[in-house]
Nanobody, 119 residues
């Protein structure tokens, strides 16, 4: 049974930081690309950042320079370090494990964790 369990969400003031974690089980973690998506109320789910099995990263323009995605294959975990948070970063953040065909294709999803940026 595949499980992706997110943690680290919460309420933070603008300009603050949070680190999201996603622990995977039931998959050969090192073989999968991993990514974070987010969905704000009334908006479509969007890709935030992705990391290949080899550690190469790609970020949405809206988070470049503020967010850092990393992975620890020994712990089957990915981390999303979010700095200089803005109110528009408020969303439910979803971890997923996926593969690359022509583009990144998510295969397994976590349950999501809420991030709220507000004063």
């Amino acid at each position: 049974q595949v499980q992706l369990v997110e943690s680290g969400g919460g309420l933070v003031q603008p300009g603050g930081s949070l680190r999201l974690s996603c622990a995977a089980s039931g998959i050969i973690f090192s073989s999968y690309a991993m990514a974070w998506y987010r969905q704000a109320p009334g908006k479509q789910r969007e890709l935030v950042a992705e990391i290949t099995s080899g550690g190469r990263t790609n970020y949405a323009d809206s988070v470049k320079g503020r967010f850092t995605l990393s992975r620890d294959n020994a712990k089957n975990t990915v981390y999303l370090q979010m700095n200089s948070l803005k109110p528009e970063d408020t969303a439910v953040y979803y971890c997923n494990a996926g593969v690359y065909i022509t583009d990144y294709m998510p295969v397994y999803w976590g349950q999501g964790t809420q991030v709220t940026v507000s004063s």
